[in-house]
Antibody, heavy 124, light 107 residues
Framework: EVQLVQSGAEVKKPGESLKISCKGSGYSFTSYWIAWVRQMPGEGLEWMGIIYPEDSDTRYNPSFRGQVTLSADKSISTAYLQWSSLKASDTAMYYC?????????????????WGQGTLVTVSP | DIQMTQSPSTLSASVGDRVTITCRASQSISSWLAWYQQKPGKAPNLLIYKASSLESGVPSRFSGSGSGTEFTLTISSLQPDDFATYYCQQYNSYSGTFGQGTKVEIK
């Protein structure tokens, strides 16, 4: 069974750093692109970026480039989303999601498996 | 950037109704469109991909159509489990812009 299990909720202060995780199991982790999607409170879904764990090829939504960093450790089948300096506006639910299509070819980014979400709260 | 616009934003309907949600792209995306259902506190769930292909395990009352810039998601007979928010997503470009969502409420 394919599963993406995300790390638990975080409460942080502005200016702090944070790294959240998404562990894949039940499939070949290195063969599928993993995306991160933001959902701010009461709002819709925003595609942040995507990474191919085999070689860490990474693509960012221009709106998020420079604001976050995507990474992956294929030895432990885990993808990461990190911030170096959080802002109150980073308060949101963050989902990881696996691309439906196998392989390294970029594009066709739609997702058939999702993590349960990690709630990040940034407050003074 | 490709923008996706859904209508309506909110839809009130009764069990058994036929429901249609529209998604428009700011430029042609061929058939590179997916639909998701999201319930409160849960992750989205893929319903439709490539505009009209039903994801495995999704009930056949859900269907998708369209190409180019205009797409629809239809629920042929609304069931109690279908009250949720629905999102379209384009994946034509090397990104994946979502629409703003359509909330289907009980009338």
């Amino acid at each position: 069974e394919v599963q993406l299990v995300q790390s638990g909720a975080e409460v942080k202060k502005p200016g702090e750093s944070l790294k959240i995780s998404c562990k894949g199991s039940g499939y070949s982790f290195t063969s599928y692109w993993i995306a991160w999607v933001r959902q701010m409170p009461g709002e819709g879904l925003e595609w942040m970026g995507i990474i191919y764990p085999e070689d860490s090829d990474t693509r960012y939504n221009p709106s998020f480039r420079g604001q976050v960093t995507l990474s992956a450790d294929k030895s432990i089948s885990t993808a990461y989303l990190q911030w170096s300096s959080l802002k109150a506006s980073d308060t949101a639910m963050y989902y990881c999601a696996r691309r439906d299509i196998v392989g390294a070819t970029p594009g066709l980014y739609y997702f058939n498996y999702w993590g349960q979400g990690t709630l990040v709260t940034v407050s003074p | 950037d490709i923008q996706m616009t859904q209508s309506p934003s909110t839809l009130s309907a009764s069990v058994g109704d036929r429901v249609t949600i529209t998604c428009r792209a700011s430029q042609s995306i061929s058939s590179w469109l997916a639909w998701y259902q999201q319930k409160p506190g849960k992750a989205p769930n893929l319903l439709i991909y490539k505009a009209s292909s039903l994801e495995s395990g999704v009930p056949s009352r859900f269907s998708g159509s369209g190409s180019g810039t205009e797409f629809t998601l239809t629920i042929s007979s609304l069931q109690p489990d279908d009250f949720a928010t629905y999102y379209c997503q384009q994946y034509n470009s090397y990104s994946g812009t979502f629409g703003q969502g359509t909330k289907v409420e009980i009338k």
